[in-house]
């Protein structure tokens, strides 16, 4: 059972917008920032967003992130079959004194 | 280029000990923290510690406490990972990472290729 809290699959159809949901509490995501990572199969993960909604250079406009209490959330437009991966949201967790992660969407595109 | 070019996969008995290493290169070994993730096959991804290379500081997740223990070496820019009394459930792909941020907002811009730890009899 992961701390953060994420639907386990989702599915969109080519150039569409899919919204990946990241729920937590007011130790993790509602006092502390949130990052996102895209895992493709096989490789390791690869950073998309930090800071709830900066991201990275040579990250496409079309990833982004929001924050909202103690949820978070990660939409991608234009959605494309590279698109196809796992996505993960991590904070930082107060009352663990840990770094926390969902326990990942996977992402299909149709 | 940041790179982290983790060592090779490796096949451990169950009750011994592995020590999987990250060597660094592209930027500044000092300025950054090392944290290290794990993931199970087919499973999620799980935070094991961190090290501040620069100070020597390191920092466990709870439940690896005592079992595991993260080193940094300033001179080679290479950070390890040693997990010991291993058993079936330690099997899975070990990655290093850079860890940005603060301490208390930390994210991972760049990592390993992952290293394949697998415990069995």
């Known amino acids: 059972q992961s701390v953060l809290t994420q639907p386990p699959s989702l599915s969109a159809a080519t150039g569409q917008k899919v919204t990946v949901s990241c729920s937590g509490s007011?130790?993790?995501?509602?006092?502390?920032?949130v990052s996102w990572y895209q895992q493709l199969p096989g490789v390791a993960p690869k950073l998309l967003i930090y800071a709830n909604e900066e991201r990275p250079s040579g990250i496409p406009d079309r990833f982004s992130g929001s924050k909202s209490g103690t949820s978070a959330t990660l939409a991608i437009t234009g959605l494309q079959t590279g698109d196809e991966a796992t996505y993960y949201c991590e904070a930082w967790d107060n009352n663990l004194s840990a770094v926390v992660f969902g326990g990942g969407t996977k992402v299909a595109v149709l | 280029q940041v790179q982290l070019v983790q060592s090779g996969a490796e096949v451990k008995k169950p009750g011994s000990s592995v020590k999987v290493s990250c060597e660094t290169s592209?930027?500044?070994?000092?300025?950054?923290?090392i944290t290290w993730v794990r993931q199970a096959p087919g499973q999620g991804l799980e935070w094991l510690g961190r090290v501040i290379p620069l100070l020597g500081i390191t920092h466990y997740a709870l439940k690896f406490r005592g079992r595991v223990t993260i080193t940094a070496d300033r001179s080679t820019g290479t950070a390890s990972l040693e997990l010991t009394r291993l058993n079936s459930e330690d099997t899975a792909f070990y990655y290093c990472?850079?860890?940005?941020?603060?301490?208390?907002?930390?994210?991972?811009?760049?990592w390993g290729q992952g290293t394949l730890i697998t415990v069995s009899s």
């Open positions: 990472a850079r860890g940005s941020g603060s301490w208390y907002n930390p994210y991972f811009d760049f």
């Open positions: 592209g930027a500044s070994f000092n300025d950054y923290t």
């Open positions: 007011s130790s993790n995501i509602g006092s502390n920032h």
